[in-house]
């Protein structure tokens, strides 16, 4: 008689709240080129300035991504100026809205790093700046980078150097 009673109630309570009903919901995060970093993070950083300005702002939400499993990032229309190489972790959907666009920096504005000459790499912030890890571990999985419109990703390539990437 318990086993049924037992039985009953599991079997209500996966009708009352099936399961997708109480997977976590993945978060989704809109900034501007104006917004301030998720939660005032790296606001303090004695690296932050007009140049590094963009590089911690999605930084901080790429971050925070990771630590909730994933989610969706929205850039609105506008120039973002990455520095630095961006980490990007697993479940991570990046969106650029029309007009939004990503330009590859070539200033840090301080001498303790130089601007990197990639963007995005699809490997988790925990794991990004750690040694000996690329190889190590099974990778990142579902990331997606979507644009509509006019949304762009500029490398900042001068043309000068085309010559090595193409013949």
């Not at 399961?19 to 004695?46: C, L």
Request: glycine letters at 8%.
């Amino acid at each position: 008689m318990q086993k049924f009673l037992l039985t009953l109630v599991v079997l209500t309570l996966w009708i009352l709240y099936p399961t997708s009903s109480i997977e976590a919901k993945a978060e989704t995060y809109t900034i501007t080129p104006n917004s301030d970093t998720y939660n005032g993070n790296f606001m303090r950083a004695s690296t932050y300035n007009k140049y590094t300005k963009h590089y911690y702002l999605i930084r901080s939400y790429l971050e925070q991504l990771e630590e909730t499993g994933g989610g969706t990032l929205v850039f609105e229309k506008g120039t973002y100026t990455v520095s630095n190489v961006l980490f990007v972790p697993s479940n991570v959907t990046i969106k650029l809205q029309d007009g939004a666009k990503i330009v590859n920096g070539n200033e840090t504005g301080t001498s303790k790093s130089d601007a990197d000459k990639s963007i995005f790499q699809f490997i988790r912030p925990s794991f990004g700046k750690e040694e000996g890890v690329y190889g190590e571990y099974n990778g990142e999985t579902n990331i997606s980078i979507i644009g509509s419109g006019t949304a762009t990703i500029d490398l900042n390539f001068e043309k000068k150097y085309w010559h090595y990437c193409w013949p």
